[in-house]
C-alpha cells in the first residue's frame, strides 16, 4: 500500500501501533460524505464512485488528492472554490502538490495546525487515522459555520466550536490595569489606623 521500502525492528513496531488507530466503521462514514458533498451535479466536477472497502483501497481513492480537493471545494460557493485546478493524474509530484494545496485550503478555511495530517501521512499511507481525523474535523468545522454548503448528517461529527474573538478599546485595557488581581488579595478596607510612625518607639500602655 506504501511506496516507502519495508520497515523493519522499531519502525515496523510503531507502524503497527499506528494501523491500529485505523477505524474501518469511520472510514465508512467519511466515504459516505463525500460522497454526499461531492456527487451534487456541480458543473465540471466529475461523478465519484464508490471505492470497495478496505484500508488500502481507501487510501488509493484519496492518494492523488484530486477527491479531497473536489470536496473541499464543495464547501465553498462555486466562484470562489479554493482550488481551480484539479487533475487526476499518475505523477507523484502532482499528486503530492494537490494533496499539500487541500491542506491549504483547509487551514483557510478556518482548521488549526494540529488539526492537519502531513502530506506523506496520505501520500505514503503513514498515517491513515491521522487522514481520518483531518477529515472528521473538516466534517465538524463545516456544521459549525452553518452557511449551507454541508450535505450529509450532522451527528456524523462533532461540532467544532465556532471562534468569539473579543475586542477592547483603549480605555477598557487602561481600566482593567488599575485593577488588582483576587489572586492578589484586597486593600478593602485597610488602612494605617494603630500603626506606628516610622522612626518612633513603640509605645507600652501601663494600667
Same mark, same amino acid.
Given at each position: 500500500?506504501?511506496?516507502?521500502?519495508?520497515?523493519?525492528?522499531?519502525?515496523?513496531?510503531?507502524?503497527?501501533? &499506528? +494501523?491500529?488507530?485505523?477505524?474501518?466503521?469511520?472510514?465508512?462514514?467519511?466515504?459516505?460524505? &463525500?460522497?454526499?458533498?461531492?456527487?451534487?451535479?456541480?458543473?465540471?466536477?466529475?461523478?465519484?464512485?464508490?471505492?470497495?472497502?478496505?484500508?488500502?483501497?481507501?487510501?488509493?481513492?484519496?492518494?492523488?488528492?484530486?477527491?479531497?480537493?473536489?470536496?473541499?471545494?464543495?464547501?465553498?460557493?462555486?466562484?470562489?472554490?479554493?482550488?481551480?485546478?484539479?487533475?487526476?493524474?499518475?505523477?507523484?509530484?502532482?499528486?503530492?502538490?494537490?494533496?499539500?494545496?487541500?491542506?491549504?485550503?483547509?487551514?483557510?478555511?478556518?482548521?488549526?495546525?494540529?488539526?492537519?495530517?502531513?502530506?506523506? +501521512?496520505?501520500?505514503?499511507?503513514?498515517?491513515?487515522?491521522?487522514?481520518?481525523?483531518?477529515?472528521?474535523?473538516?466534517?465538524?468545522?463545516? &456544521?459549525?459555520?452553518?452557511?449551507?454548503?454541508?450535505?450529509? +448528517?450532522?451527528?456524523?461529527?462533532?461540532?467544532?466550536?465556532?471562534?468569539?474573538?473579543?475586542?477592547?478599546?483603549?480605555?477598557?485595557?487602561?481600566?482593567?490595569?488599575? &485593577?488588582?488581581?483576587?489572586?492578589?488579595?484586597?486593600?478593602?478596607?485597610?488602612?494605617?489606623?494603630?500603626?506606628?510612625?516610622?522612626?518612633?518607639?513603640?509605645?507600652?500602655?501601663?494600667?
Amino acid at each position: 500500500m506504501a511506496n516507502a521500502g519495508p520497515k523493519y525492528g522499531l519502525s515496523l513496531q510503531v507502524q503497527k501501533k &499506528i +494501523d491500529q488507530k485505523y477505524d474501518q466503521d469511520l472510514e465508512e462514514r467519511l466515504v459516505d460524505w &463525500i460522497l454526499l458533498q461531492c456527487n451534487d451535479g456541480r458543473p465540471g466536477v466529475p461523478e465519484l464512485q464508490r471505492p470497495a472497502p478496505g484500508k488500502a483501497t481507501f487510501h488509493q481513492w484519496l492518494k492523488d488528492g484530486s477527491v479531497l480537493c473536489h470536496l473541499v471545494n464543495s464547501l465553498s460557493p462555486s466562484d470562489r472554490r479554493p482550488i481551480k485546478k484539479i487533475q487526476t493524474s499518475e505523477r507523484a509530484f502532482t499528486q503530492m502538490e494537490q494533496i499539500s494545496q487541500f491542506l491549504k485550503a483547509l487551514t483557510d478555511y478556518g482548521l488549526t495546525t494540529t488539526d492537519l495530517f502531513q502530506t506523506v +501521512d496520505l501520500w505514503e499511507a503513514k498515517n491513515l487515522p491521522a487522514v481520518q481525523q483531518t477529515l472528521m474535523a473538516l466534517g465538524g468545522k463545516s &456544521i459549525a459555520k452553518d452557511d449551507g454548503f454541508f450535505r450529509g +448528517d450532522p451527528s456524523w461529527f462533532p461540532r467544532k466550536a465556532a471562534q468569539n474573538p473579543r475586542t477592547f478599546t483603549e480605555e477598557q485595557m487602561r481600566q482593567g490595569q488599575s &485593577i488588582i488581581g483576587l489572586q492578589m488579595g484586597t486593600n478593602q478596607g485597610a488602612s494605617q489606623a494603630g500603626m506606628t510612625p516610622s522612626g518612633l518607639g513603640r509605645q507600652i500602655m501601663r494600667n
